[in-house]
């Protein structure tokens, strides 16, 4: 138990500062397509303030994480469905992220991120998912030595 708290914290950050920072990004390129001048002093006072000023979003992801990875870990452990360890937390964490924004939308009629309101931004929340899923994956198996 120990060892699943000790990963699930930080797979949750993981995901959180990942997605933000996507966020950020996608909506900063969004803005530069539209021929708004953004230097790169820009790009990061608004990656900080945004990884500093999103406090709920990391509420959600770490709340999406609590369903989604007993579910990964009851894949694995009986063994039905084929497919690696880290491959379950890995789509599991894709899968939260990826439909944590499609129920918010759904039932508030909001994005938790603006940029996931695109495609291209929704799947990169999702790739913020995977990359915490995938470091649970690493963390909980015992892989990583503290």
Wanted: charged fraction near 10%; charge should be positive.
């Amino acid at each position: 138990m120990i060892r699943v708290l000790k990963a699930f914290f930080p797979a949750v950050i993981a995901a959180y500062v990942l997605g933000s920072l996507l966020a950020t990004q996608v909506v900063l390129g969004n803005l530069a397509d539209m021929g708004v001048d953004i230097s790169l002093t820009t790009r990061l006072q608004a990656s900080l303030h945004d990884l500093l000023g999103m406090p709920a979003y990391l509420l959600l992801i770490l709340v999406a994480f609590v369903i989604a990875m007993p579910i990964a870990a009851g894949l694995v452990r009986i063994h039905v469905v084929p497919g690696t360890r880290v491959f379950w937390f890995s789509l599991a964490g894709f899968v939260a992220l990826v439909v944590l924004h499609l129920v918010m939308r759904q039932v508030l009629g909001l994005y938790p991120v603006a940029a996931a309101r695109e495609w291209s931004g929704l799947l990169l929340q999702g790739l913020a998912g995977a990359v915490g899923g995938f470091l649970y994956n690493l963390i909980s198996s015992g892989r990583v030595r503290h």
